[in-house]
T-cell receptor
């Protein structure tokens, strides 16, 4: 069964450093998403992406964040200058259409900022 | 804004039924979901219900939707120790023309042997 994959599973970085979290969505999917979950808190929407541009972003997704689909298979989330409060689990998701009933979630990347 | 609320904890004995409740605010949510998250793992879709349905049953899982009260519940029959996990309710938000999910806080289910 096709699945969304994410790498790395755990990333440790120092405050102020740039990180790139990588996702490989399901191959025929067209809509891509990033969510994050701070430990013990809700899963929060960050951004949705379609047709090589951002469809919607939340208040969390400020200028420090960017997303890219650098090739036909990867979908990345970049945090330019990490802060302690960026420590969270980051989930990538994809769906085959805006009207699809399901977004398929990856296993997540745990980001720890020290 | 849109919000989804759940109780934080539920403890049941093995073999009993578990009922996890959720309320949501966006009356235009077309789909409502239940996800399961085991420790250190991602989000696993358990089941979903379309907003024009009142009930959906899938093996041990029963989802009830009261659209008037914006209340969703997940019943797990014959709860097993392997059902211990965090259960997230999510609503598919259709505002702004995009389709993001709004998640609840998650309910931590503990099954006692």
């Amino acid at each position: 069964e096709p699945e969304v994959t994410q790498t790395p599973s755990h990333q440790v970085t120092q405050m102020g450093q740039e990180v790139i979290l990588r996702c490989v969505p399901i191959s025929n999917h067209l809509y891509f998403y990033w969510y994050r979950q701070i430990l013990g808190q809700k899963v929060e929407f960050l951004v949705s992406f379609y047709n090589n541009e951002i469809s919607e972003k939340s208040e969390i997704f400020d200028d420090q964040f960017s997303v890219e689909r650098p090739d036909g298979s990867n979908f990345t989330l970049k945090i330019r200058s990490t802060k302690l409060e960026d420590s969270a689990m980051y989930f990538c998701a994809s769906s085959d259409g805006a009207y699809s009933y399901e977004q398929y979630f990856g296993p997540g990347t745990r980001l720890t900022v020290t | 804004g849109e919000d989804v609320e759940q109780s934080l904890f539920l403890s049941v004995r093995e073999g009993d039924s578990s009922v996890i409740n959720c309320t949501y605010t966006d009356s235009s949510s077309t789909y409502l979901y239940w996800y399961k998250q085991e420790p250190g793992a991602g989000l696993q879709l358990l089941t979903y219900i379309f907003s024009n349905m009142d009930m959906k049953q899938d093996q041990r899982l029963t989802v009830l939707l009261n659209k008037k009260d914006k209340h969703l519940s997940l019943r797990i029959a014959d709860t097993q120790t392997g059902d211990s996990a965090i259960y997230f309710c999510a609503a598919k938000s259709t505002t702004s023309g995009t389709y993001k999910y709004i998640f609840g806080t998650g309910t931590r289910l503990k099954v006692l042997a």
